[in-house]
């Protein structure tokens, strides 16, 4: 693996080896067509129902992201991406759609969402949506309907099949519910039992089933319509973008990508004539195909690799797997390998066509913080927020919220999601500050540990994780060679070793990264591929470096990182 890693590296020097004005001119050319924001953008993840309680019902809610509208700026964030706040009977935490025209009660009211957006749009600050497509609550007035025995407009915006007494097999083997409706046919579900699919047809239609309809079906086709139309309500209201949850689960069947990419880049032709400043980022994990004139950005996430990196270890102390250990870990036990393969394979394929999002963790995922230390969290930070693409931090891992254990399942969070979803920890006391309600009526209980991280108390610490955190950001700000676009460069990544070291490159602006997570002394020798003399450390842990030529040699103290600029 080695060997075909530094073929990949190779190749990549080969592009990155000029200077002056034809290096300026390249990584220009690099830039993907997206709304100029984008390219030096962090966006900030809101899960609306445990960021800030303001009416005391023990649920966060618009008018709670409204008032801390001016700590997410102080962050640096650009932008935020909210979770669904749509009305729904919350059977997955609001991912189950039930009206797609009107914010949940229990979160406020269409005009405080027009309020969010103002507010947000007030302090320089954009914000994405959830747009869930793939399917929908199981008490939607379009299901309803769908339900009924006698034809009616909406009798095909699911998929049914059309005999109950038949279960599919194949591909679509457990994917039905059985006897549900008066209608004499299984309904496909996409995700949860409660959450049927929306019907955007099948690639290849089997003859012999009736029921699989093709893409350009009437039907689908007037489901179609009705979801731009939603898109262009919320866009209209005030909405900057969204973010497309299981984007790649639109068409069925074998063959079906191209199907369901063919929509989405129906959507962006829609934002790029209509809302040409939005920005639109996928759920998929696989760039290739998000990338090709659909999305701006893909979330990279739901392969073997990301789980190298961070949540391998989380996932194997909260399911009791007794192999793997992510790459970010203190006994300096992972594997790089293994994740740069994957990511070159897709970086490569999409330069310059979006970006690839490493999420900074998220509502799917366990915490960052599983029995890790401030020092840790914040070289996982730096590697989030020096990487190409488009950073995105989950509320609270700015702080090290850690993971807590032995919560009940809300609304479909099962391990290790209803430790992730605990609400926002704003200062010592009640409820750590998100609400005034009792605490059994708090929608997950808070961290319960005496020295639970917040806020207020991070504030007051120039050491904090919180301002180191708040000094990335502002890094990727500061310099070009941190742009979104600017060309990546693997130096030193080896099987079972630390460190990790890669340069960022911006025509004449070059950066470089070390990253050492393992608690031992680390030491690497590699090749710049261009010429320097000098370094100046702008984050982290000053290192012992020496320079011969173009090669360079260092020693990492153990548990550090750094970030250097380069001339």
């Known amino acids: 693996m080695y060997r075909n890693m530094l073929c990949i590296l190779t190749g990549l020097f080969a592009g990155v080896m000029m200077c002056g004005p034809a290096a300026a001119q390249a990584a220009e050319a690099a830039k993907p067509d997206c709304p100029e924001w984008a390219h030096h953008a962090v966006f900030y993840q809101i899960y609306p129902q445990t960021f800030l309680d303001t009416d005391g019902d023990g649920i966060g809610d618009l008018n709670g992201i409204i008032q801390k509208l001016d700590y997410v700026k102080s962050l640096g964030a650009d932008a935020i991406w909210l979770n669904p706040f749509f009305d729904s009977p919350f059977n997955d935490a609001g991912y189950d759609v039930r009206d797609y025209y009107n914010v949940a009660p229990r979160y406020g009211t269409n005009t405080d ?4 957006f103002e507010e947000a749009h007030r302090r320089g600050l954009k914000v994405i949506f959830d747009y869930v497509i793939s ?3 199981i008490d939607h007035p379009w299901f309803v309907e769908s339900c009924k025995q006698d034809p009616n407009p909406y009798s095909n915006w699911y998929i049914w099949n059309d005999n109950t007494w038949v279960m599919e097999e194949g591909e679509f083997a457990n994917r039905f519910i059985q006897g549900y409706a008066r209608r004499n046919g299984n309904f496909m579900r996409n995700f949860y039992w409660c959450q049927p699919a929306l019907n955007f047809g099948f690639a290849n239609p089997d003859p012999e089933k009736k029921w699989q309809l093709p893409v ?27 973010r497309a949850d299981m984007a790649g689960a639109l068409v069925k069947g074998r063959g079906s990508d191209p199907y369901s990419k063919k929509f989405w880049q129906e959507i962006r032709d829609i934002l790029r004539s209509e809302y040409p400043q939005a920005f639109m980022v996928a759920e998929w994990s696989y760039p290739k195909d998000a990338l090709d004139k659909a999305f701006h950005a893909d979330f990279f996430h739901w392969f073997d690799g990301y789980n190298d990196l961070t949540q391998k270890e989380s996932w194997r102390i909260l399911n009791g797997y007794s192999e793997g250990h992510s790459w970010f870990d203190s006994k300096g036990k992972g594997n790089i390998a293994n994740f740069l393969q994957k990511y070159m394979d897709q970086y490569l394929a999409t330069k310059g066509k979006g970006y690839i999002v490493l999420p900074l963790g998220n509502h799917d995922n366990a915490r960052l913080n599983v029995e890790r230390s401030p020092e840790d969290l914040e070289i996982i930070m730096a590697f989030g927020i020096t990487m190409p693409g488009v950073p995105f931090v989950y509320y609270g891992n700015e702080i090290g919220m850690r993971q807590v ?17 605990t609400p926002m920890q704003w200062a010592p006391g009640k409820n750590l500050g998100f609400s005034s309600a009792a605490p059994e009526k708090l929608y997950l209980p808070v961290d319960p540990a005496a020295d639970a991280p917040n806020v207020a108390d991070q504030e007051k610490k120039k050491g904090s994780l919180l301002n180191r955190v708040r000094g990335l950001i502002r890094l990727k700000h500061e310099e070009p060679a941190l742009a979104a676009y600017a060309d990546f460069v693997p130096l030193y990544a080896r099987e079972n070793t630390y460190p990790f070291v890669y340069k960022r490159v911006n025509g004449k602006e070059t950066i470089l990264v070390v ?20 370094w100046t450390l702008l984050a982290g842990e000053k290192l012992k470096m020496s320079r011969n030529g173009m090669s360079l040699s260092l020693s990492v103290p153990g548990q550090s990182y750094a970030v250097y600029k380069m001339r």
């Not at 969402?113 to 969010?116: M, Q």
């Not at 350009?216 to 209201?237: G, I, S």
């Not at 990253?515 to 320097?532: C, I, R, T, Y």
Request: glycine residues 8%; hydrophobic residues 40%.
């Open 135 to 137: 399917y929908t609550a």
């Open 216 to 242: 350009d079906h009437p039907d689908v086709l007037a489901l179609r319509e009705e979801l731009k139309r939603m898109l262009r309500f919320w866009m209209d209201m005030g909405a900057d973008g969204f």
């Open 405 to 421: 254990h032995g919560n009940p399942h809300v609304e479909g969070a099962y391990k290790p999601r209803a430790g992730a979803r």
């Open 515 to 534: 990253l050492n997570p393992s608690a031992a002394v680390q030491k690497a020798d590699f090749e710049m591929g261009a010429p320097f003399s000098k």
């Open 113 to 116: 969402a027009r309020r969010l």
